[in-house]
């Protein structure tokens, strides 16, 4: 059957949810109950003004989830996290303490891994899975001191809880050898993807678009300088993401942009979701992403789910979320991070080379029909929430 969601960045879907009927029965005629799992989320999860990876995942799973067996009973705790003010604090620690002992619990890691004095001994009482869909310390521009108290609180708590649910492989890597966790208690559940209709493209090379937040990690600034260093080639390029989480930076980004007297080509377009993201994407003939962070790149997925060409950054879990097709070829181009010049030059190629184009349009077609969907998360996620012993934690 089908059902309305939501995907990364707000659109509304009609995507399919295993029906209902499918569960095993407990007595051949009534379907079975199904579990619980307590979904702690961030505020904003569902604002469509602040559209994230991690907030579409989180509303994706808990739409999924009852398919494969769980019930989601939400709490979305407001605050800015990682790092909350008294009131938030307060927040979480009551919908921690509400829960009953034994309950099995989802912690979204931006509310649960900077408060470990909060989680941890709830840890002790709780069988809990941390769902982390970013290392506290790896977000661009934090202060040295910060991240590392970022971190360290981090580690508490991930060594705190039997299970950890990272989204992609490297990422899994990534905390294991970073935080000294135990291997088999660190899974990974990456992101799925809807297949959308082929984008039809511009003119096949000159419309280029980035969906991301303009945040100093995404690291727009440098797609700007390689932009300004390739403005004799006919591009236009729209960057769709969220303007208001990092105002300094957006400020900075639009003087960077009149500054090389590129108000014309290249547009801040604040978010968007629905029909206007489907028409962005439906235009763009290349994506391009230029974070220094990544753990998969959902928006990466997202163009290849529409048979759209990648250029990105070489960095965390991105090489993964460009993936190949079947036939190996790969879909996108991955250039090194702090380097506008290497973009520049693919962007070159890019437009000077139609071979490349076609290969690369080719292997994304591939990809698109080879991405897997988020009923392979949901699954995987159902898997892990199965396997939490069944006493909880004791931390040691």
């Known amino acids: 059957m089908t059902d309305t969601t939501i995907d990364r960045a707000g659109t509304a879907r009609l995507d ?4 209902q009927a499918s569960f095993p029965r407990n007595d051949g005629i009534i379907p079975m109950s199904l579990r619980t799992v307590h979904f702690v989320m961030p505020g904003g999860v569902d604002d469509p003004a602040t559209p994230s990876g991690g907030n579409a995942y989180d ?15 939400r709490h979305v705790v407001a605050g800015d996290w990682p790092r909350p003010d008294a009131a938030a604090r307060t927040a979480l620690a009551r919908t921690l303490r509400g829960l009953p002992d034994g309950a099995v619990v ?84 990456a992101p799925g993807a809807d297949i959308a209709p082929l984008a039809p493209g ?3 090379v000159s419309r280029l678009l980035c969906v991301a937040a303009v945040t100093p990690r995404k690291g727009q600034h440098r797609l700007v300088e390689a932009l300004a260093a390739v403005a004799d080639l006919p591009w236009s390029c729209a960057l769709v993401g969220g303007l208001t989480q990092d105002p300094g930076y957006v ?8 500054g090389h007297g590129l108000e014309d080509r290249l547009e801040l377009t604040g978010p968007r979701s629905g029909a206007a993201l489907d028409a962005s994407y439906a235009a763009a003939d290349l994506m391009v992403l230029t974070s220094y962070a990544e753990t998969y790149g959902m928006a990466v997925t997202e163009a290849l789910a529409r048979g759209i060409p990648v250029l990105a950054t070489d960095v965390g879990g ?27 030059a693919e962007l070159r190629g890019w437009f000077g080379e139609a ?42």
């Open 251 to 258: 400020a900075h980004l639009r003087s960077r942009i009149r």
């Open 59 to 73: 509303r994706r799973v808990c739409l999924d989830l009852p398919g494969f067996g769980w019930r989601v009973d």
């Open 355 to 396: 071979d490349v184009r076609r290969r690369l349009k080719a292997a994304a077609r591939g990809r698109r029909a080879a991405l897997g969907g988020w009923a392979s998360t949901a699954q995987g996620l159902a898997a892990v929430l199965r396997r939490l012993p069944a006493e909880p934690r004791r931390a040691a």
């Open 202 to 204: 511009t003119d096949g």
């Open 106 to 189: 989802l912690l979204d890691g931006l509310v649960a891994c900077g408060v470990p004095e909060l989680v941890v001994p709830q840890a002790r009482r709780l069988r809990t899975a941390v769902l982390v869909h970013l290392p506290l310390g790896d977000e661009t521009g934090l202060d040295p001191a910060v991240a590392a108290d970022l971190d360290a609180r981090e580690r508490a708590v991930l060594r705190a809880v039997p299970a950890v649910i990272a989204t992609s492989d490297w990422a899994v890597r990534r905390l294991v050898s970073h935080h000294g966790l135990a291997p088999d208690r660190v899974h990974v559940a």
């Open 16 to 19: 399919y949810v295993p029906p």
């Open 318 to 344: 991105l090489p993964e979320a460009v993936g190949r097709a079947p036939d190996g070829s790969v879909p996108g181009i991955l250039v090194p991070p702090e380097d506008p010049a290497a973009i520049a």
